[in-house]
């Protein structure tokens, strides 16, 4: 399978500061999303970054995709503790079939 | 926007006993469903695809006696855990894409949390 690695799997800052997650994959992907999960719930979608894309931003989300290292970042700037949460990067296994296969998330925790 | 509905929230259950999951899909027509397990801080496991009107299709590894999965409608699909044991507790979560509007991203129901006993 083409599970995404992220990392680092735990991060811990201050509000305010900004963070950065990490994401890797194994195959050649149409997109890459990313998604939050809090404790305990299912998944929000946060942002859609295509093959053809490199970069994309969406309030204080800003994702990276780089398909030559298959690689994927989201930074999240001026972190708020409303912002703790895991995120999960997710790649689709082509086909149309829109069948995800995720990653194994990082864990945020943002301190007031 | 489009909502997919979980439902329930949370069970328990004793060993032996089947669970019934329901995910529906509220303001949208959902011909495939996709069941995902998660374990305690690890990542979504995709289970199956659920079709309507026919077969659901399951991952290698999944056991299809085990956990039946039935879309008889365009907006509901159910996930039946049989005979649970407690390896079966686990968070179970359905995501369904909405292909009126291109299918990504796929929207997700809050999740069941399975505990057998």
């Known amino acids: 399978s083409q599970q995404g690695e992220e990392d680092p799997q735990a991060l811990s800052i201050q509000e305010g500061e900004n963070a950065t997650m990490n994401c890797s994959y194994k195959?050649?992907?149409?997109?890459l999303q990313w998604y939050r999960q809090n404790s305990g719930r299912g998944l929000v979608h946060l942002i859609l970054?295509?093959?053809?894309?490199r970069e994309k931003h969406s309030g204080r989300l800003r994702v990276t995709l780089d398909t030559s290292k298959k690689s994927s970042s989201l930074l999240i700037t001026a972190s708020r503790a409303a912002d703790t949460a895991s995120y999960f990067c997710?790649?689709?296994?082509?086909?149309?079939?829109?069948?995800?296969?995720f990653g194994k998330g990082t864990k945020l925790t943002v301190n007031p | 926007g489009a909502v997919v509905s979980q439902h329930p929230s949370r069970v328990i259950c004793k060993s032996g006993t089947s669970v019934k999951i329901e995910c529906r899909s509220l303001?949208?027509?959902?011909?495939?469903m996709f069941w995902y397990r998660q374990f305690p801080k690890q990542s979504l496991m995709l289970m199956a695809t659920?079709?309507?009107?026919?077969?659901?299709?399951?991952e290698q590894g999944v056991e299809k006696d085990k956990f039946l999965i039935n879309h008889a409608s365009l907006t509901l699909s159910t996930l039946t855990v049989t005979s649970a044991h407690p390896e079966d507790s686990s968070f179970y979560i359905c995501?369904?894409?909405?292909?009126?509007?291109?299918?990504?991203?796929?929207?997700f129901g809050n999740g069941t949390r399975l505990t057998v006993t």
């Open positions: 995501s369904a894409p909405d292909w009126d509007r291109g299918g990504s991203p796929l929207h």
């Open positions: 195959t050649s992907i149409n997109n």
């Open positions: 303001d949208f027509q959902a011909t495939t």
């Open positions: 997710a790649t689709d296994a082509g086909g149309g079939s829109e069948k995800l296969v």
């Open positions: 659920s079709n309507e009107g026919s077969k659901a299709t399951y």
């Open positions: 970054i295509r093959s053809n894309e």
